[in-house]
């Protein structure tokens, strides 16, 4: 019997703030380059009145993968927490009308928190240097997780970001045991070294014990299991789960499950935001993958997707995918 979902996602709702940004700025202001820092209501609010004109679009690393699945024409749901505020509102509906389910229940107006928001900072090199305000996606719990829908989905896709928390860990255990119990299944995404480096042991834990399928990029994954040598980070990541997808900047991504390996080259593109990389690489990837496509080919449509969502502002598609799969034979 077919499941209503092929992929429902678990992570951060956020907003992102997108500004275009120097390496001095950055400097200037204690910004580390390229990777994700959290901030404080204040400080996000500090740093929003010296960026320069920026451009508000709905993000958050899972609500990225979930909205590209739908784009794609994926059945897919998302579970991540926005309060009844603006950019809540934003938020609900980007991703309600890209043509995902989404339920999860408001945060009142008078919550202490606010919906999150990422001010996202590009330098001119493409890269992308992110200062995260949570606020009210950090009070993500289990009473968020419709046990029913995650029982009714062939995958779960959990967010590493979100990785952070008891109560988010009890809802994340509760999505997996939803998931398992109705034969699913369960990919993750480490998100960010930062994430790595705070979670490394329940990473680990999570990885071998519940994982058919491991998203990272090649930072990520050196830093989970400590070692510089790629290879044997890769062979190792591939005992524990059984498949494993890591991006590799303009290499491209590897996909190991077993003892087979595949090489998807990266599309050559003029990269003007990097932001969503990964995630847009990852809805593709499970897209085709859902969809009864090989290892290989998911890899390849992954990297398209990903070189897609780099040429523009923003970290959500505008081409057509499926028309892009199809000019490299594989539709």
Same mark, same amino acid.
């Given at each position: 019997?077919?499941?209503? !979902?092929?992929?429902?996602?678990?992570?951060?709702?956020?907003?992102?703030?997108?500004?275009?940004?120097?390496?001095? @700025?950055? +400097?200037?202001?204690?910004?580390?380059?390229? %990777?994700?820092?959290?901030?404080?209501?204040?400080?996000?609010?500090?740093?929003?009145?010296?960026?320069?004109?920026?451009?508000?679009?709905?993000?958050?690393?899972?609500?990225?993968?979930?909205?590209?699945?739908?784009?794609?024409?994926?059945?897919?749901?998302?579970?991540?927490?926005?309060?009844?505020?603006?950019?809540?509102?934003? @938020?609900?509906?980007?991703?309600?009308?890209?043509?995902?389910?989404?339920?999860?229940?408001?945060?009142?107006?008078?919550?202490?928190?606010? $919906?999150?928001?990422? &001010?996202?900072?590009?330098?001119?090199?493409?890269?992308?240097?992110?200062?995260?305000?949570?606020?009210?996606?950090?009070?993500?719990?289990?009473?968020?997780?419709?046990?029913? /829908?995650?029982?009714?989905? *062939?995958? &779960?896709?959990?967010?590493?970001?979100?990785?952070?928390?008891?109560?988010? #860990?009890?809802?994340?255990?509760?999505? %997996? =045991?939803?998931?398992?119990? =109705?034969?699913?299944?369960?990919? &993750?995404?480490?998100?960010?070294?930062?994430?790595? *480096?705070?979670?490394?042991?329940? @990473?680990?834990?999570? &990885?071998? *014990?519940?994982?058919?399928?491991?998203?990272?990029?090649?930072?990520?994954?050196?830093?989970?299991?400590? $070692?510089?040598?790629?290879?044997?980070?890769?062979?190792?990541?591939?005992?524990?789960?059984?498949? #494993? +997808?890591?991006?590799?900047?303009?290499?491209?991504?590897?996909?190991?499950?077993?003892?087979?390996?595949?090489?998807?080259?990266?599309?050559?593109? /003029?990269?003007?935001? +990097?932001?969503?990389?990964?995630?847009?690489?990852?809805?593709? @990837?499970?897209?085709?993958?859902?969809?009864?496509?090989?290892?290989?080919?998911?890899?390849?449509?992954?990297?398209?997707?990903?070189?897609? #969502?780099?040429?523009?502002?923003?970290?959500?598609?505008?081409?057509?995918?499926?028309?892009? !799969?199809?000019?490299?034979?594989?539709?």
């Amino acid at each position: 019997m077919s499941k209503t !979902f092929q992929v429902v996602g678990i992570g951060n709702a956020m907003v992102d703030v997108l500004s275009s940004s120097t390496d001095e @700025f950055l +400097a200037e202001n204690g910004i580390g380059k390229g %990777i994700m820092q959290l901030t404080d209501r204040e400080r996000g609010v500090a740093l929003y009145d010296l960026i320069g004109p920026a451009k508000e679009i709905s993000g958050g690393s899972a609500a990225n993968t979930i909205a590209g699945i739908a784009h794609l024409g994926g059945a897919t749901a998302y579970v991540g927490k926005v309060k009844d505020d603006q950019l809540g509102a934003i @938020f609900s509906h980007d991703l309600r009308a890209q043509g995902a389910t989404y339920e999860t229940p408001l945060a009142p107006k008078d919550h202490e928190a606010e $919906t999150g928001r990422c &001010i996202v900072l590009v330098t001119p090199d493409g890269e992308r240097s992110m200062n995260t305000y949570l606020g009210v996606t950090e009070f993500l719990g289990p009473d968020d997780v419709d046990a029913d /829908q995650c029982a009714d989905a *062939d995958w &779960i896709y959990l967010e590493g970001y979100r990785f952070d928390g008891p109560a988010s #860990v009890a809802a994340f255990d509760k999505a %997996i =045991a939803a998931c398992k119990g =109705a034969g699913g299944r369960v990919s &993750i995404t480490l998100s960010d070294p930062f994430c790595v *480096d705070r979670h490394r042991d329940a @990473f680990r834990g999570l &990885i071998k *014990d519940h994982t058919d399928l491991l998203f990272c990029n090649r930072s990520e994954l050196l830093s989970m299991y400590q $070692t510089e040598d790629f290879d044997a980070a890769l062979a190792q990541a591939a005992a524990e789960v059984e498949i #494993v +997808a890591c991006t590799d900047s303009e290499n491209g991504a590897h996909i190991v499950s077993g003892n087979d390996r595949w090489h998807a080259p990266a599309m050559p593109v /003029q990269i003007v935001d +990097a932001t969503g990389a990964g995630d847009l690489f990852a809805g593709a @990837f499970l897209w085709a993958l859902t969809n009864g496509h090989d290892l290989e080919s998911c890899g390849r449509m992954g990297c398209i997707a990903a070189s897609e #969502v780099i040429s523009h502002i923003g970290a959500r598609p505008e081409a057509d995918l499926k028309a892009l !799969f199809a000019e490299q034979g594989l539709l």
